[in-house]
């Protein structure tokens, strides 16, 4: 179906469904259907997340064809996507030779339209030989890993490609090769590669690929196999200046459903993540789907992916809590926490902080923060866990100032203040959606709060922009806390990417757009390795407690 005009969205079997050879694995989204290198994107069945993998496809248009999708039961042809709001004629030239229109049965119906070749569209699709790595070169049909190292090589030492036709100096690649490749790839120079998210430290960056590893967890077949290269980095010591500490984090993991969390690079971020940065409370922020996060515990505790299972440190045992009601301004935005119980931290409740406010709609105006109140070691501490909406742009602003006056005037509800004054030891944590320094964060620092990250300090990341551009994150510690504040507060930024997680219409994604803030506390835990449950796991004295919110 559709011959050798092959997708770049090279995808390997799910390895839970290997014994059924359905395609069912997810590149922060449900990949079931979509043969690899064989088949284009079905409209009918994609996903959101698949749908943004198309050039020009953002999350809002790909809401609308979606819903649009649902309205008319269907698309019929390929062309019905030009009358969903935000495709067009223009953009739908664009993405029609990567697109296709099918039963879930798999039997197509291309339109013969969306089957031409005409060459004017082909610099839109496939793979730019000027920017791809080795494994996107290699996810093209034809191009092995020898050939596709050569080209890299090449383009190295001559410079861009001025065409495609230029590929056959490439040692390896011949007329006859060329031929089979050449409706998959194209040739743009002044698109700007995927950069470095690290920060701009020396060592690899996680958007550098190793390519088919024995110990990898993906089953063979498809392209060959791709897997990230993590820092290199020993886990942070358990103390300070020879006092215990503890690590708390906050992290917007942006719209994460349960197949985002399903996708093995946004798993592999979010568990490495905490592992190498050591953090043992983690405050999230838009979660999709309330079981997201149990996707990420389950792989922390009985691990899959060979990197986590590999982790040089003792294994630990993660539980996490998911707000029973949405905190934010959608009707499918949750919050959560997850932490690490076998080092000293329980839960004693959680809860949703409702605002009494109600819209003309019978909604909330205002995000509600999702509160929860935890043991570590003897002290128990009140984590606000927060996702603002973010402040406008300033044409946002033109077009909507009664929205946004209310909204500046009413950002922190009135539930939020009342627990600052009611809260000794206090962490309010999360998407604020704006600087430190901003007015709207009046209220916390009348409740003397402090900000342990300044302005100056960015916690956004593309794959674009890696150092960022706006300090949206951030984390409030009342005075008490302050006290025991280390005096190390960092924004995570290595390691954020995997080449699993869409990038656009490429690969070698962020897990986020946000990167996760990282206090560290001096905390008094006596883990008595006098007193171990069953399996030799340290516990603290403490009766046992399950709040009702724990999953």
């Known amino acids: 179906m559709g011959g050798n005009l092959g ?3 090279s995808i390997p079997k799910d390895p839970t469904d290997i014994c059924q050879g359905k395609r069912k694995f997810s590149a922060a989204c449900n990949f079931s259907h979509i043969l690899v290198n064989q088949e284009r994107l079905n409209i009918n069945t994609a996903t959101e997340e698949e749908l943004m993998t198309l050039p020009g496809v953002n999350r809002g248009v790909a809401q609308n064809i979606v819903e649009y999708r649902e309205c008319i039961g269907g698309f019929k042809k390929v ?3 030009a ?6 004629a223009t953009k739908l030239e664009a993405i029609k030779l990567e697109i296709c229109v099918s039963s879930k049965s798999g039997s197509s119906n291309h339109s013969p339209s969306s089957l031409r070749k005409e060459h004017e569209h082909l610099p839109c699709t496939g793979v730019n030989i000027n920017t791809a790595t080795p494994p996107q070169l290699m996810s093209v049909r034809g191009i092995t890993q020898k050939i596709a190292k050569n080209i890299v090589e090449f383009r190295s030492v001559h410079g861009p490609f001025k065409s495609i036709e230029d590929l056959v100096k490439v040692p390896g690649v011949n007329s006859s090769l060329l031929d089979r490749i050449r409706f998959q790839v194209f040739v743009e120079r002044s698109r700007t590669p995927s950069t470095n998210t690290n920060g701009g430290f020396t060592h690899p960056s996680p958007t550098s690929f190793s390519v088919r590893s024995d110990e990898l967890d993906f089953p063979s077949g498809g392209p060959a196999l791709i897997t990230s290269l993590r820092p290199c980095v020993e886990p942070p010591a358990d103390t300070r200046d020879g006092k215990p500490v503890v690590r708390v984090g906050t992290w917007n993991l942006q719209r994460c459903s349960s197949d985002k969390a399903n996708n093995p690079g946004v798993k592999e971020v979010v568990c490495m993540t905490l592992l190498e940065n050591d953090i043992k409370l983690l405050a999230v922020q838009d979660l999709a789907d309330r079981d997201a996060l149990d996707k990420f515990c389950a792989e922390l505790n009985q691990p899959t ?8 440190s003792a294994r630990s045992q993660w539980k996490c809590a998911v707000s029973e009601k949405p905190t934010g301004l959608s009707s499918n935005e949750y919050s959560g926490f997850l932490w690490d119980s076998s080092s000293g931290i329980e839960m ?22 999702y509160l929860g109140r935890f043991y570590i070691g003897s002290s128990e501490i009140t984590l606000v866990n927060l996702h603002l909406t973010a402040i406008p742009s300033p044409e946002e602003q033109k077009e909507t100032n009664s929205w946004f006056d209310e909204l500046k005037a009413n950002r922190l509800s009135t539930g939020i203040q009342e627990t600052l004054k009611g809260e000794r030891e206090l962490l309010v944590l999360g998407h604020f959606g704006m600087a430190p320094d901003s007015p709207e964060m009046e209220c916390l620092r009348k409740e003397k709060l402090t900000a342990l990250l300044p302005p100056s300090v960015f916690t956004n990341i593309s794959t674009r922009t890696p150092q960022g551009s706006r300090c949206l994150d951030n984390v409030w510690a009342s005075r008490s806390l302050k006290k025991i504040y280390t005096g190390h507060c960092s924004v995570v930024r290595e390691g954020l990417t995997n080449p699993w997680i869409p990038d656009n219409w490429s690969w070698g994604g962020v897990a986020s757009e946000h990167c996760p803030i990282v206090a560290e506390f001096f905390v008094d835990i006596f883990l008595k390795e006098r007193l171990c449950n069953g399996n030799g796991m340290p516990v ?6 399950m709040p009702k919110h724990e999953r």
């Open 7 to 9: 997708c770049h969205r």
């Open 79 to 81: 062309e019905d996507l």
């Open 83 to 88: 009358l969903v709001s935000g495709i067009g």
């Open 305 to 312: 992916l060979s990197s986590v299972r590999q982790w040089k």
């Open 348 to 369: 004693k409740d959680a809860t949703v902080l409702e605002n009494s406010a109600m819209n003309g709609v019978g909604k909330h105006p205002h995000p509600q923060p």
């Open 540 to 545: 603290v004295e403490r009766g046992d407690i």
